[in-house]
């Protein structure tokens, strides 16, 4: 048995048109999804995998609270009780205005699983817009639901000072923030100028750690990315997060038109399937095999790396420029340092 993790599209198209986003924004196709198409193949799924451990549907898009509420409730009400274990939660740019029915919906189907994004200059058009969200994030935390918050690494996040930027996280009240580094889907391939070099992140996410120690940030909220770091060193997980090297064997995303793919970033170019297909031939579809066995290869040149062992190649998607992979290797290796530290301290103790 396995976690599996299902990406429900509403639309691929939003109200916000950033740079970076793989659904293209404003750009991307004006369809919806077909709701009864869908509880049919999360159906005939659950008769294929019964005994799943947990399974996790989110809503996403585009933005997809452009489809209505009672849409996502219809599927919630319908393909919540086929697994013994099932959570739900929705990813949404909050640049809209709350109804009490969206509210309500955050509540109890959703469980307060919300995540909402905000990147420095190429999310906002306006200052309108950043009051717009602001001000519904904070209306979410007046209201008690625990916020997660999506920050693409670019350019110009790397242009704030790490302290800063978990200063502002504190402040607004988020529980919990993840650092999602940029891949070239979507809106992003005609953007090249907003990538930041493999170095220059490399840096800036040692000197988050390092900033995050000094001022104990860690005691503020949940840093995903640092924390799936941390804990290659202090329980000895590697998989966490991006380095799990099983996305595409876990993942599914269902396209507002009906085709199926594995990873969301890829989704709308990179799909193997479609709704309408029987579930076992779309587990077992060429395609699909093929990316699940490239994922596990990973690049050759990670075998000689120094954090190999810890990092174990990091997301398949993220490129390589020349000899620099994406993955956090200073911080790794600065960890890796103090880990062994603290072994040796440990056998002569002992």
């Not at 997809?64 to 939660?89: R, T």
């Not at 007046?142 to 504190?170: A, C, H, M, N, Y």
């Amino acid at each position: 048995m396995q976690d599996v993790n299902i990406y429900l599209k509403t639309t691929e198209t939003c109200n916000l048109n950033c740079k970076h986003c793989f659904t293209n924004g404003k750009n991307g196709k004006k369809i919806f999804w077909n709701t009864d198409k869908i509880i049919d193949w999360i159906h005939r799924f659950r008769d294929v995998k019964p005994d799943l451990n947990h399974i996790h549907f989110e809503f996403h898009g585009g933005e997809p609270f452009l489809a209505p509420v009672e849409e996502m409730q219809k599927i919630y009400d319908s393909c919540n009780s086929l697994w013994n274990s099932v959570s739900w939660g929705v990813t949404t740019n909050l640049v809209f205005k709350l109804t009490d029915e969206i509210i309500d919906f955050m509540k109890g189907p959703l469980s307060g699983s919300i995540a909402t994004s905000w990147d420095p200059k190429i999310r906002f058009e306006n200052q309108k817009q950043i009051s717009l969200w602001e001000n519904n994030v904070r209306r979410l935390i007046s209201e008690g639901i625990k916020l997660k918050l999506f920050v693409s690494v670019t350019k110009d996040t790397l242009e704030i000072e790490p302290i800063k930027l978990l200063l502002f996280v504190k402040e607004m009240g988020f529980d919990e923030i993840s650092l999602e580094r940029l891949t070239k889907n979507g809106n992003a391939n005609l953007f090249p100028e907003i990538f930041p070099t493999n170095e220059e992140q490399d840096k800036w996410f040692l000197e988050m750690h390092k900033q995050s120690e000094k001022y104990n940030a860690r005691t503020w909220f949940k840093n995903e990315f640092l924390e799936n770091v941390y804990m290659k060193f202090e329980s000895g997980f590697t998989k966490a997060g991006t380095f799990c090297r099983d996305c595409e064997e876990k993942l599914f995303t269902i396209n507002a038109d009906g085709t199926i793919s594995g990873c969301p970033n890829s989704a709308p170019e990179e799909y193997f399937g479609n709704i309408d297909d029987d579930v076992k031939a779309l587990i077992n579809n060429p395609t699909r095999i093929n990316n699940i066995t490239c994922e596990k290869m990973g690049d050759s040149r990670c075998y000689n790396c120094e954090v190999f062992s810890y990092c174990g190649g990091d997301c398949h998607q993220l490129e390589w420029q020349n000899d620099v992979c994406a993955a956090p290797k200073s911080l790794m290796s600065h960890l890796s340092g103090i880990n062994s530290k603290r072994k040796i301290i440990i056998i002569r103790e002992s």
